[in-house]
Structure formats: C-alpha cells, structure tokens
C-alpha cells in the first residue's frame, strides 16, 4: 500500500480562527467543500464541517453572523504524517470514526485526506488488482496451452 502523501490534497482551504459561521458558509459554499481547518497564525487549532454549521448554527436563536467559529468547530481533529501508510490512515478513520484526518509535517499543515479520497484510492488500487489478475490468468492459460 502507497503513502498518505500519495493521495492527499495538498491545497487545504483554511479559515482564521476569529470569523463566524456566516463566514464558513460563505467560503464552503464557494469552495464547493463540505470542510475547513481553521487556523490561528498558520497552525492548525480546529475543524469544521458542513455538519458542524447545521447542528450547531440550527439550534441557535443567534443569526449566522453572530455565532463565533470557536463556537462550533471541533479542537478534536485527528491527523497523521506525510509518510503514514495509507492502511494505518484507514485504521485511525475507521477505529476513531472520523472522515477526515490532516496531514501535518513538523506541525505544519501540509495537507488533507478525506473519506473519499480513500474511496478513490482503494476503487482504483481494486482496479489495477482486478487487471494484474487478468494478466496472471493470461499468462497462465497461454503457458499451459503453450
């Protein structure tokens, strides 16, 4: 199996710790992202989630614009290394049942893997099997008629 580095997004959209919900609204739905880490002087302190804004923004009387994003972002965010193999990744998202993990090197954020990154990774890792084992067979059926 490859690297967390293999299929990560590098390009993380991230969000400065003092904006309100409105503000995650605004940039999630112009992003087309269902998720934003939120930062304070570049380093990583949070998460929030589409799931985040309409659980806890909905159960407010307070408009969107009034709700502070420290008010709705998780702290808990897991995260692993460039270099963690993607199974241990797998692992940590399945046992903790979380959909996303950062990817921090040295502390720094240098990326994303999410539920579906790991979808298109294992479809395509099935599909490169799935042919090799085509091949294999082939091969095999060609020797044996040889």
Do not use: C
């Amino acid at each position: 199996m490859g690297l967390v580095r293999d299929i990560m997004v590098n390009n993380v959209i991230t969000i400065e710790h003092d904006k309100t919900a409105k503000d995650v609204a605004i940039l999630m739905t112009e992003k087309s992202i269902s998720s934003l880490v939120v930062v304070k002087d570049g380093t990583p302190i949070g998460l929030v989630t589409e799931r985040d804004l309409a659980r806890k923004v909905s159960t407010t009387d307070k408009k969107s614009s009034e709700v502070p994003l420290s008010e709705i972002m998780s702290v808990n965010f897991r995260w692993v290394e460039p270099m963690t193999p993607i199974e241990n990744a797998v692992q940590r998202m399945t046992n903790k049942n979380i959909r996303r993990l950062l990817v921090l090197d040295n502390g720094k954020l240098v990326g994303i893997i999410t539920e579906t990154d790991l979808a298109k990774y294992l479809r395509s890792k099935l599909l490169i099997d799935g042919a090799l084992d085509d091949v294999s067979a082939l091969n095999r059926k060609v020797v044996k008629n040889g």
